[in-house]
């Protein structure tokens, strides 16, 4: 059987676009109609005109698609694709984390449940949180569920940052060590980090930003060879679009495994099945997609 092919016939005969985010396997991300971070997805999923969207990521991913376009049927190749760092909130620790902080408006990074954003006020991705935490008008923000980018955007604000503890075990395992034993190897590379490293990495990089964000940067810049803080997937485009430049990661094995359990056979099974449907209750999709939207609304500047 020949998946590829296969793919795209049920793909044109269903209306379905396929999106997969930056860390899919190399031939997940060449097969899909669009590939991007969080954000870019997002807007794509608001965007679009096809009436599925197959979704080769995560499972939060997946139902902010269905939330942003509740009259589509929205696909997740892998119903076990999910993100660890999400799960470590739930919609009543934050309730009841609101109740100790009554000021403070919330602001959930998009890799939480629809649970999670119908309490919370706004949305952001790594692409826009400084934007994001700028708009919002509270002096108190409680932040969730990543510490790491939680404290990366409190150095561009004055406001009182109060920090959820999760943190993504794949970002967070890079250690500044690491980093610094690549810098001795390698002095004439440039360090591009992710958000969700741990502090004491951000400190090191040259840049930081969301995965699309990491190919403008490496794209534009004159410099030859990069030291890479985030998951290696990202290594598929960079590659492709930098023949001549060279991408080294910030430990061997930066692999998120929820994100490669998309394979080109599940993909198929996806399409031919119509599996696995994701849905958003109504009354939790209502009040989560407002917080989304919010974000959406607020002028891009990046
Ligand atoms: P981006 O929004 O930068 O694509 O990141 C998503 C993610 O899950 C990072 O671990
Ligand atoms: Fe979640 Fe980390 Fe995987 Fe991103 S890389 S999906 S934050 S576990």
Known sequence: MDYRTEIRRLAAEMDAVILAHNYQPAEIQEIADITGDSLGLSIQAAQTDKSTIV????????????????????????INAGC??????????????KKQHPNAAVVCYVNTTAEVKAESDICCTSANAVNVIKHVEADEI???????????????????????????????????????????KYPDALVVAHPENPPSVVDLADHVCST??????????????????????????????????????AYDGFICKNMKKTTLKSLYEALLHKQHVITVPEEIREKGVRCIQKMLDIPRNY
């Not at 660890?84 to 984390?97: C, H, S, V």
């Open 55 to 78: 979704f080769c990521g995560v499972h939060f991913m997946a139902e902010t698609a269905h939330m942003l376009s509740p009259q589509k049927t929205v696909l997740l190749p892998e």
């Open 84 to 97: 660890p760092m999400a799960d470590m909130i739930t919609a009543d620790k934050l309730r009841e984390f």
């Open 142 to 184: 409680i932040f969730v569920p990543d510490r790491n980018l939680g404290h990366y955007v409190s150095r561009f604000t004055d406001k009182k940052m109060i920090l959820w503890q999760g943190w993504c075990p794949i970002h967070n395992r890079t250690t500044e060590l690491e980093v610094r034993q690549l810098k001795e």
């Open 212 to 249: 699309s964000g990491i190919y403008t940067y490496c794209r534009e810049s004159t410099n030859k060879r990069f030291i890479i803080a985030t998951e290696e997937g990202v290594r598929y485009l960079l590659e492709k679009q930098n023949p001549d430049k060279e991408f080294i990661f």
